[in-house]
T-cell receptor, first 117, second 114 residues
Framework: GAVVSQHPSRVICKSGTSVKIECRSL??????MFWYRQFPKQSLMLMAT?????????EQGVEKDKFLINHASLTLSTLTVTSAHPEDSSFYIC?????????????FGPGTRLTVL | AQSVTQLDSQVPVFEEAPVELRCNYS??????LFWYVQYPNQGLQLLLK??????LVKGINGFEAEFNKSQTSFHLRKPSVHISDTAEYFC????????????FGAGTRLAVHP
């Protein structure tokens, strides 16, 4: 149980284009999903918290107009990197917190490697 | 605010040897503590967690950790490591109750050698 998927696993795009990353909880409902960014050989940095049916909460220093988050259902959150630039290249990881049961545990997706040329 | 310090950025060890990965945290309120493992180009997998109760927590793959409130530590141990344990290990903390934002340590690279 507690499986989280991400799609795509890898994406390469040209500078200036937008990229959408999906995060799905496959066998549980998640009122809250989190988006992290991880640079090579570094830890995870929380970008934003996505709550189903409401606006995302962004961490300090994260541009909300550049990283659009939508949490339209209890099993799906999307992160759209708008007008991507090479400095946006990174490993993006989502996590989901279950409704009921182990609500204090986050389950992580496998990550999406974004490369902006 | 909470913070997590992983004292060792890299830990080399020989196969079948014991290992301890150190984690200390700072918080003015009660916390939940977690250890996650990350294999190359993958997401994080939960190894174990401490929410309350017994301070010795057993997790998957033979790992265990002990919560020490007086020393604000949550060190991860395994009595005998395998090559397959080579990975990045992250300690994380969140506040108990309500909105639970995870704060991660910088990670410890465990390298198991034959």
């Amino acid at each position: 149980g507690a499986v989280v998927s991400q799609h795509p696993s890898r994406v390469i795009c040209k500078s200036g284009t937008s990229v959408k990353i999906e995060c799905r909880s496959l066998d549980f409902q998640a009122t809250t999903m989190f988006w992290y960014r991880q640079f090579p050989k570094q830890s995870l940095m929380l970008m934003a918290t996505s709550n189903e049916g409401s606006k995302a909460t962004y961490e300090q220093g994260v541009e909300k107009d550049k990283f659009l988050i939508n949490h339209a259902s209890l099993t799906l959150s999307t992160l759209t990197v708008t007008s991507a630039h090479p400095e946006d290249s990174s490993f993006y990881i989502c996590s989901a917190r279950a409704v009921g049961g182990e609500t204090d545990t986050q389950y992580f997706g496998p990550g999406t490697r974004l490369t902006v040329l | 605010a909470q913070s997590v310090t992983q004292l060792d950025s890299q830990v080399p060890v020989f196969e079948e040897a014991p290992v301890e990965l150190r984690c200390n945290y700072s918080s003015s309120v009660s916390v939940y503590l977690f250890w996650y493992v990350q294999y190359p180009n993958q997401g994080l997998q939960l190894l174990l967690k401490y929410l309350s109760g017994s301070t010795l927590v057993k997790g998957i793959n033979g790992f265990e950790a002990e919560f020490n409130k007086s020393q604000t530590s949550f060190h991860l141990r395994k009595p005998s490591v395998h090559i397959s344990d080579t990975a990045e290990y992250f300690c994380a903390v969140s506040t108990s109750g309500g909105y639970n934002k995870l704060i991660f340590g910088a990670g410890t690279r465990l390298a198991v050698h034959p």
